[in-house]
């Protein structure tokens, strides 16, 4: 019950004089016949008091200390509340999948290629270019036959693996400096081995199948020529080739060439052969310093008797070992350095897969590897331990054994007569295969796809009478050299020859053992990448010839202190 007392509206009402029609004249009107007046709250038939509870007060006046019985009825894990989550985590995987999840799967399951050491794999070359032509730049050219992906050791029988391969099927390539991710053609003179030719990258390109490296006379002042060198290194296994020849089997004069050499040299740049080619090495004694003696003396006796005969019977011209074992710690050197603080020896080992020369039997090649120190006389163990010919009628250890610029093991062996430019121009298979090291180790070189001779390790061994130790068959990352030269150092030059002229290369195929892959020229136990950045303008100005050219100190070799440093 409202304390207010019960009125009617339509009782309630005020008089107002209006005076607006006459003076005197009194008018009478009704507020609610001029205003719109809602009806009274007492009129509602509702208690208006607000201390007067009503069934909705809760609605408008929650009270948590009464409500929350109520409200722990309830739990979020509603039907709805579960799909909501589901679909937030459905949303939140396939961000994380696509962002997080897919990067890293490619990262751990595609084929990466590196820079192996050589700055070029992968699509960049040693100039740090990345070619602008399209092609096949896998480490495994994709025009390899795949009966070719394996091959059974000449030596041991075993399946090997295929770890590089260049068909050459692409025609027109170009080998100028940055063109290609493995290969790179030269532009110098290749003073080093008196040749008369230039080496000029415009004078090597592929066609028909085959890489072709042609000479051709010019102008004294702009010759022609080419050394063809990669960028790919490897260590241990077989290196084959296809070639054909160039010229003829019966006109001398050309030195056509396919050859490897330890990556911490570079062909035709004299300062970084400078103390490296062709040591193998890695024994601190006489053998590291220069000419083979001791600082001061004529000792031993062999460096200076029995050596050359063209320069006094001396043994060695060579400068000494640059990166030898002997080097003091603390100086330049590509290491690894041994646990007992002495470096391992370093070098730039050459062994060849052939060199071609022309002599009255007909055409003939010289399957053959370099060494230093040297033996004396140029005498290495050559019995039939170590020394395996395994056809006399057409291989023969090589007469020729060395001077004082570097000590060689060769065999001549009669090569395809057909497998010449002017002949029938087929393709001969060449190559080698080698265990590195010391003991096992061997060379087995390979002419017109079969065995031609073996050198084994211990025919290297150590030789009393200069002093020194055995040499291992080369133990560094090697990369591969393709050139054609002409030079009176390497025969006799027959004015009949013809020009141009042309060496062809159908393929070059590198397998390992499976157990042995060992591909790169920065291996963790050779490294040679830092070194090479050190000394960059060693390994990138021919006209540098010496290291002292270089303006760089050589290294300090204990034995040339009284053995301390």
């Given amino acids: 019950m409202s304390g207010f007392p019960q009125t009617s509206t339509s009782a309630t009402s005020l008089l107002l004089a209006d005076n607006s029609s006459s003076p005197g004249a009194v008018v009478q009107h009704s507020i609610a016949s001029k205003y719109s007046l809602t009806p009274s709250p007492k009129a509602w038939g509702l208690p208006i008091d607000i201390h007067t509870r009503e069934p909705d007060d809760a609605l408008h006046n929650p009270d948590p200390l009464r409500d929350r019985r109520v409200d722990k009825g309830g739990h979020i894990f509603t039907a709805r509340g579960l799909g909501n989550l589901g679909c937030l985590f459905i949303i939140a995987a396939g961000f994380l999948t ?32 990345v070619p602008l032509m399209s092609g096949n730049f896998a480490l495994i050219d994709e025009d390899t036959p795949k009966d070719a992906y394996t091959k059974a050791s000449y030596e041991t029988g075993e399946e090997w693996e295929l770890v590089f391969s260049d068909e050459f099927n692409t025609d027109g390539r170009s080998f100028y400096a940055g063109d290609d991710p493995f290969w790179e053609a030269v532009d110098f003179h290749y003073w080093g081995t008196n040749d008369l030719e230039w080496y000029d990258p415009g004078q090597i390109t592929t066609g028909g199948g085959s890489l ?36 003829s089997n019966t006109v001398g004069g050309l030195w056509p060439a396919v050859w490897a050499m330890g990556n911490l040299g570079r062909a035709g740049y004299g300062g970084s052969l400078d103390g490296m080619w062709p040591y193998t090495y890695d024994s601190c004694d006489v053998g590291t310093l220069p000419n083979q003696t001791f600082p001061g003396t004529s000792t031993p006796v062999a460096a200076i008797q029995n050596g050359d005969p063209q320069y006094d019977n001396v043994l060695s011209f060579l400068p000494g070992q640059r990166l030898s074992a002997c080097t003091c710690p603390g100086e330049s050197h590509p290491g690894p350095m041994r646990k007992n603080g002495t470096y391992v020896g370093r070098s730039a080992p050459e062994i060849d897969i052939l060199e071609a020369i022309v002599d009255p039997d007909g055409g003939k090649v010289s399957l053959s590897a370099q ?20 056809d006399t009628t057409s291989t023969v250890l090589n007469q020729y054994k060395g001077g004082v610029y570097q000590q060689t093991t060769s065999g001549l062996a009669l090569a395809n007569q057909n497998c010449y430019e002017l002949n029938t121009k087929c393709f001969a ?137």
């Fill in 98 to 129: 696509l962002f997080a999840g897919y990067p890293i799967f490619s990262h751990f399951t595609q084929h990466k290629q590196t820079t192996q050491g050589a700055f070029n794999l992968g699509g960049t070359n040693a100039s740090g270019q």
């Fill in 212 to 247: 072709l490296i042609k000479l051709e006379q010019a102008n004294p002042d702009n010759n022609h020529n080419l050394a063809y060198k990669n960028k790919f290194c490897f260590t241990g296994g077989l290196i084959e080739t296809a070639v054909t020849l160039p010229g």
């Fill in 371 to 390: 060494w230093g120190p040297y033996n004396a006389g140029y005498n290495w163990k050559n019995n039939t331990d170590n020394l395996i010919i395994y």
């Fill in 429 to 565: 298979i060449y190559g080698f295969e080698y265990k590195p090291g010391f003991d096992d180790a061997y060379i087995t070189w390979i002419n017109d796809g079969k065995k031609s001779w073996t050198l084994r390790a211990p025919g290297m061994a150590g030789d009393t009478l200069t002093q020194i130790n055995a040499r291992p068959v080369s133990q560094e990352p090697m990369y591969i050299i393709a050139n054609l030269g002409i030079s009176n150092n390497f025969g006799v030059l027959d004015p009949a020859l013809t020009f141009p002229t042309t060496m062809r290369i159908d393929y070059i195929r590198v397998y390992q053992p499976k157990d042995a892959l060992n591909v790169g020229c920065d291996p963790e136990d050779f490294p040679t990448a830092d070194y090479i950045q050190t000394y960059e303008d060693v390994y990138t100005n021919p006209n540098i010839t010496t290291w002292k050219e270089a303006k760089q100190p050589w290294p300090k070799n204990s034995l040339q202190n009284g053995g301390t440093c």
